[in-house]
């Protein structure tokens, strides 16, 4: 057993093979998302939602991000870890940033990091891709800028296009092996796949990317209500947990569970 390399990913695109990634947060799901097939695996800063209940991505930390890359580092062989850098880690500038992914690939034991922006993260890409470690990066919708983006809102229409497409170039020209482009029009994301020579991952991007990604609780419906256009449920984990949680309940209300089987 070998870990996918980024350059592996980098290469695949040469060949135009086309690749899935899922977030994982924990060991089962991590090794269910390996045996299914899947080369890499996203520890997203979308914890912060996913996870640990918030509203935004904002308020989950280094040390809470590190606990689940170490889970999911853990629970698998094959395919490459990458670990979101979340709000507030990398924002100062190349020595922070640097500093951030440096615990992430010590402590987390991940095998590239993420982090969100264009040209403005541009040095810190160079800083952390100068030291030997994979960066993946994230332009178009960004939501740890949410409160700026005025909510989740497709970027990159019409003449803002272009701000898009300079900010995917700017990441490709820092270092960066892979590009998420979230929210942003086909027509766009296409674009900007064709000229760029490293892979684009799209979510909300349309079929023209290199790979897609979605967020492991939107693709086995484990999450309810409505979900954004982009989401397609390969599942409804949400309905089948819920049946087995209620029928435990009403087992052991009427004294269904445990019987002789499970008893010492
Ligand atoms: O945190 C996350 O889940 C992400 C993906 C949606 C790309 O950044
Ligand atoms: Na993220």
Redo the contacts with the bound molecule.
């Keep these: 057993h070998r870990r996918v390399r980024a350059r592996e990913l980098v290469a695949a695109k040469d060949r135009g093979e086309r690749w899935p990634m899922l977030?994982a947060y924990d060991q089962y799901t991590a090794a269910i998302f390996e045996q299914a097939g899947i080369p890499v695996l996203?520890v997203?800063?979308?914890?912060a939602n996913n996870v640990f209940g918030h509203e935004t991505?904002l308020p989950v930390t280094v040390d809470e991000m590190l606990s689940l890359v170490r889970a999911v580092v853990r629970a698998t062989t094959r395919p490459l870890i990458v670990g979101?850098l979340p709000f507030g880690s990398y924002e100062e500038g190349p020595t922070q940033a640097l500093r951030t992914a440096v615990r992430f690939m010590k402590e987390g034991g991940c095998h590239a990091v993420?982090l969100e922006g264009g040209r403005n993260v541009a040095d810190q890409i160079r800083a952390i891709t100068g030291a030997g470690i994979p960066v993946m990066a994230?332009v178009g919708f960004t939501?740890q800028r949410e409160h700026t983006l005025g909510g989740y809102r497709v970027q990159g229409r019409g003449e803002a296009a272009e701000d898009v497409i300079a900010d995917a170039e700017a990441v490709a020209a820092a270092g960066a092996f892979a590009v998420?482009l979230?929210m942003v029009p086909g027509e766009v994301a296409k674009r900007i796949t064709d000229a760029l020579p490293i892979p684009t991952?799209g979510?909300g991007a349309g079929p023209d990317t290199d790979a897609q990604?979605?967020?492991w609780q939107d693709m086995a419906g484990l999450r309810t209500g409505k979900a954004p256009r982009f989401v397609k449920r390969y599942a409804d984990l949400a309905t089948v947990l819920s049946a087995a949680a209620t029928h435990f309940a009403t087992d052991v209300r009427t004294a269904q569970f445990p019987t002789p089987d499970h008893t010492f």
Excluded at 44 to 47: E, F, K, N, T, V
């Design positions: 977030t996203l997203g800063d979308s914890a991505t979101d993420k994230h939501p998420v979230e991952v979510i990604v979605l967020v």
